[in-house]
């Protein structure tokens, strides 16, 4: 399939993309929402300043520039999306999901199936690891931070790579590899995670679930959790001031996590139980009807095209 573009500059700039092709907008801001990009062969999505992804998929893209499958860009901040099989192929390849080379903010996603992969055509003599198959930031910055929150990750080979970086109230599933890997300062709080994929770093560790310890009873193949799940009222309160002092450690606007959390991936409130549950769903809620735009890209300027 080939590429198809609707342009409406007056109201900001609105694509649908499909087939052999990349979306990439320099020096403004990208904002998607309740859209899918995939297929691509090349990155779903490049931006070099924010790129924002809401109610979306980000799918099957496959990039062979060796940082970014699905999104990448400067500052990314995804909620209540699907980014799945996605590639970075690569002699040194980073974020086969996201990649970012400044703040990545994950909030009610699911990363599933992305893959980072060292491409044998580059090889000599050194063989470098893949890293970041959900995530990853630049391997060689000094102010990057990367934070996932009320997400799942399953599936993903070494699934995330940060520098500094907050993992809160996620569910971590059947990752090939490590589940995280930081080279600085980790908060590994309140997760369903394997302490023995959690490598790296100064990791600082509280509340977190032990495979072993239950069941995790996803009830679909979207990952909602079922009843008796191990991860339901297993999670951080957002309102609690230890969840507020991770975020104040890292310079990271609480106030939008704040409110991203007071839905689930499902538009869902939080929270149905005694606690926040674990991962992208919250267990037994009712839904909230928001309406939203089908697709839309907003540049930060005004501008038409010369």
Not at 89 to 105: H, L, N, R, T, W
Not at 163 to 172: D, E, L, Q, T
């Amino acid at each position: 399939m080939g590429k198809t573009t609707s342009l409406s500059w007056k109201e900001g700039l609105t694509l649908l993309i499909t087939g052999r092709s990349t979306l990439m907008i320099m020096n403004h801001i990208i904002t998607a929402i309740n859209s899918t990009i995939s297929k691509n062969k090349g990155v779903g999505i490049s931006g070099f300043n924010v790129t924002e992804v809401t109610g979306s998929t980000i799918s099957g893209n496959r990039s062979e520039e060796s940082r970014g499958g699905g999104i990448s860009g400067k500052t990314i901040i995804v909620n209540n999306s699907t980014i799945s099989d996605n590639y970075a192929i690569g002699y040194e390849s980073y974020g086969g999901g996201i990649y970012g080379d400044g703040k990545v903010i994950v909030t009610n996603s699911i990363l599933s199936g992305n893959h980072v992969q060292s491409n044998a055509k580059y090889f000599h003599s050194y063989n470098p690891i893949p890293n970041g198959g959900a995530i990853s930031d630049n391997p060689y910055g000094q102010e990057n931070t990367t934070v996932v929150v009320n997400s799942t990750i399953s599936g993903n080979n070494n699934a995330i790579r940060c520098a500094s970086c907050i993992v809160v109230n996620n569910i971590f599933d059947k990752n090939d590899g490590y589940d995280v890997s930081v080279t600085s300062v980790g908060q590994i709080f309140n997760n369903y995670i394997d302490y023995a994929k959690l490598v790296g770093g100064n990791n600082f560790k509280r509340d977190n679930i032990q495979p072993g310890s239950g069941s995790l009873n996803f009830a679909d193949s979207n990952f909602r959790i079922g009843s008796g799940s191990v991860a339901i009222d297993a999670g951080l309160s957002p309102s609690s001031t230890t969840f507020s002092n991770l975020f104040s450690m890292l310079q990271i606007d609480l106030q939008a996590v704040l409110v991203a959390l007071a839905t689930d991936k499902d538009n869902n409130n939080r929270i149905a139980g005694t606690a926040i549950d674990l991962g992208a769903y919250e267990y037994g809620s009712a839904a909230v009807a928001v309406p939203q735009p089908d697709c839309l890209f907003n540049w930060a300027e005004n501008t038409y095209p010369q």
